[in-house]
């Protein structure tokens, strides 16, 4: 099984205003240790616009900051890319546990 990990790890993990910021410091470096765990190329993306802006974090990070903290997980992690077969598997996924938002 791989698992990835959510934007908010990530940005926990950034911003030490955060209560869980050790938790998820402690979940983000134990997961780069482990093959089994990719970061979509999406959640880089979340990542970054979330950590520099004011309105969401306590501490947020300039623009360089925020890009060599994506090229340090870009090294660190496998990245997933979105495909067509990626939106097909989330369509069946979706359809078979009844996800809904």
Not at 36 to 43: D, G, N, T
Not at 68 to 84: G, K, M, P
Request: hydrophobic share 45%; with cysteine.
């Amino acid at each position: 099984m791989i698992y990835t990990l959510d934007t908010n790890v990530l940005v926990c993990a950034a911003d030490e205003s955060f209560p869980l910021h050790t938790a998820a410091r402690e979940v983000r470096d134990h997961a780069a240790k482990h093959q089994k765990v990719r970061l979509c190329y999406s959640v880089l993306l979340e990542f970054f616009a979330v950590v520099t802006d004011s309105r969401r974090v306590g501490n947020p990070l300039s623009p360089t900051e925020a890009w060599r903290e994506v090229r340090t997980y870009l090294n660190a992690f496998e990245v997933l890319y979105l495909d067509e077969g990626t939106f097909a598997q989330l369509r069946r996924l979706a359809d078979q546990y009844q996800i809904v938002q």
